[in-house]
């Protein structure tokens, strides 16, 4: 599976990016998908993600409330809609996959241990 991240830029705090990821499948449903980020010097760590199936989603803490994830399903996009953007939420945003055809809830595919297809990344940085 491909993933391909865009729409990531300078934004100043308080303001609201998305991000897109396209990907090479022809039926989303066949994978669970989320998005990552990598703050400078830190871990890469999941900020939100769906079930296989798109009907459940899972939040980080730090971005509960502000972030949004989304598909559609018949051009084979996900999305990060990103509001009141902080300077912690800096850094690089991927777009990852679990295997095909696997089970796992979305704080499962969030924990990245079962992610087997990365994106490229996009960079968001926030600074007044």
């Known amino acids: 599976l491909q993933l391909v991240e865009s729409g990531g830029g300078l934004v100043q705090p308080g303001e609201s990016l998305t991000l897109s990821c396209a990907t090479s499948?022809?039926?989303?449903?066949?994978?669970?998908i989320g998005w990552f980020r990598q703050g400078p010097g830190q871990e890469r760590k999941g900020v939100s993600c769906?079930?296989?199936?798109?009907?459940?989603?899972y939040y980080a803490d730090s971005v509960q409330g502000r972030f949004e994830i989304s598909r559609n399903n018949s051009e084979n996009f996900v999305y990060l809609r990103m509001n009141n953007l902080k300077d912690e939420d800096t850094g690089v945003y991927y777009c990852?996959?679990?295997?095909?055809?696997?089970?796992?809830?979305?704080?499962?595919?969030?924990?990245?241990?079962?992610?087997?297809?990365w994106g490229q990344g996009t960079q968001v940085t926030v600074s007044s």
């Open positions: 990852a996959a679990t295997p095909r055809l696997a089970w796992p809830s979305p704080r499962t595919v969030c924990n990245g241990q079962m992610i087997e297809s």
């Open positions: 499948e022809s039926t989303l449903n066949n994978y669970a």
């Open positions: 769906f079930s296989r199936s798109g009907k459940n989603t």
